[in-house]
């Protein structure tokens, strides 16, 4: 019997932009938003052990972690990238212990789930016999969930339709982040069924030729110029739904506007918001203005975009 243990971090994401262009016949919506991962991270840790026969007809799977009330079982995006992984590689014998420090809250936006359930397909994929190529492993992500093949590379990328197109761009790295989550959650279906009873109008598609875009190729210029050209684009179509399902964002909202920041918005379907910062002593000044007014009505987290983790 081999074993095999290792520990990694899972990266948030933000969403710099996101624009809802459509919806499909199936009722998926289709975007075109711009992902970047920062430094706000879990560390999930995974041990495997695999037998040379085959005993066992499925995998045994045993998941833990720090969280309260957050399912063990397939409800769990890191189980059930365990069990596919394996059906996918034929592993029916092998023995999978799990353990996530969370960090990343849920029902934020910020892909938690997703970064967690990459980062256990990475693992096993470092631990199984003939691993499987990069390109392999996001099609096994895939599976899993619409988010979790951007994160098994991470950094920044386009990602349209409805996420299955990822085309990975030189990351916006380095840029100061205060990321502010209040204590209610968002569920991203609930969030899309709001959007749909407001019916709000399709944005137009701000990359139609997608990242072929001149603000998306590799350039020399700082950081902070590069994302000033992504002005024009900026936004979130599901903010305002957001705001209707936890009307406390909007006030903080506000208030991360008027402390300095370059740009402020709801990342993904929410509840968590972000605020980008021209150097880390405007946002650190900003989260202590921000804890005085608001408290512990929501958790901050200070960090920074990120290049690619992997």
Known sequence: MSTFYQTTEAFAKINLFLRIVGIRKDGYHQLSTLMQSV?????????????????????????????????????????RAAEIFCAHKGLSGASIRIRADKRIPSQAGLGGGSADAAAVLLLLNQGAPEPLTKDALRGVAAIVGADVPFFIDGGAALCEGVGERITHVHPFAGLPVLIAKPGKGVSTPRAYQRYDAKKIPFSPDPF?????????????????????????????????????IVPEIEPMLAFLKGVGSGY?????????MFAVFDDRGSRDRAARAFADRFGSNCVLFSCETIEKPR
């Open 39 to 79: 430094s706000l991270s879990d560390t999930v840790s995974l041990e495997m052990a695999l037998s040379g026969g085959k005993s066992q007809e499925v995998p045994d799977i045993v998941l833990s972690h720090n969280v309260p009330g957050l399912p063990t079982d397939r409800k769990n995006t890191m189980y």
């Open 208 to 244: 139609p030729s997608g990242a072929d875009a001149s603000v998306f190729r590799t350039s020399e210029a700082p950081v902070s110029e590069r994302f000033a050209g992504l002005r024009p684009w900026l936004g979130n179509d599901l903010e305002e739904t957001a705001i209707d």
């Open 264 to 272: 402020s918005a709801v990342t993904g379907s929410g509840s968590a």
